[in-house]
């Protein structure tokens, strides 16, 4: 479908507006966005909702006194989630250090009462794994790219997995299969560091006919699920 109406109240649930050459998107966005590290903490504050986080490509440019400014940020700014953080297991980072500032991001989490955002690829077993050990922690597993049974075992913890422009990739037939399977309810749309404003609505339209379901219902229900997860007022 090539002309696409674009929803006034639909929330994008990670989106990176303070990056360059988001203009386009940032105008309309009603979205939540992530930090990356030290250098955008400030920036993301100019938006309604924002997190704080240490992205684990960064983790090598950060120290424990980043994490404890990051629990003075988490403690004092408001921000309505920790994130992004998690583990990249295809990138060449010490892993041990990427999990130690992943755990102390969940330990933030917890103390302060907030979701967490997640970068996870090729680490969802272990991602898993760690959150089992701070179960009060709620979330997001954002761009997911796990398996099918993972999905099912996060959604089961209460879990929340976002999906962005990928699953529009005829190709990415897995990714469709969990998205076809994966119960509405737990479901967040996402458009991540893409700059195009329509992707959000393809992503919701794809969505819409892998499962069947009319595009108004999977809006008001990503909507819902962002509203619900990120506490938003
Ligand atoms: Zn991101």
Not at 85 to 109: M, N, P, R, W
Not at 152 to 181: C, D, E, H, P, W
Not at 192 to 199: A, E, F, L, S, V
């Amino acid at each position: 479908m090539k002309f696409m109406i674009r929803f006034k109240n639909m929330i994008n649930s990670h989106a990176h507006l303070d990056f360059d050459d988001m203009n386009a998107i940032a105008e309309n966005a009603v979205a939540i966005v992530p930090s990356i590290g030290k250098q955008n903490w400030i920036d993301v504050q100019m938006y309604p909702y924002f997190a704080f986080g240490i992205h684990p490509w960064l983790v090598d440019i950060h120290t424990q006194s980043d994490l404890d400014y990051l629990e003075y940020l988490a403690k004092c700014n408001n921000p309505v989630a920790i994130g992004e953080c998690g583990l990249d297991y295809a990138k060449d980072i010490d892993k041990e250090k990427q999990v130690h500032f992943f755990t102390s991001q969940l330990v933030l989490a917890e103390k302060y009462d907030l979701p967490i955002i997640i970068h996870a690829v090729k680490a969802t077993e272990d991602v898993i794994f760690l959150l089992k050990k701070h179960p009060k922690v709620k979330g997001e597993i954002h761009g997911f790219s796990g398996s099918e049974e993972q999905a099912q075992r996060l959604t089961r913890m209460g879990f929340y997995l976002g999906f962005g422009m990928q699953i529009t990739n005829q190709k990415s037939t897995k990714i469709r299969q969990i998205v076809a399977n994966c119960p509405l309810e737990f479901i967040l749309i996402e458009t991540d560091d893409h700059t195009t404003p329509d992707d959000l609505s393809l992503v919701a339209q794809e969505i819409a006919d892998l499962k069947q379901i009319s595009l108004d219902q999977i809006i008001t229900q990503c909507d819902n699920n962002a509203i619900s997860l990120f506490n938003l007022k």
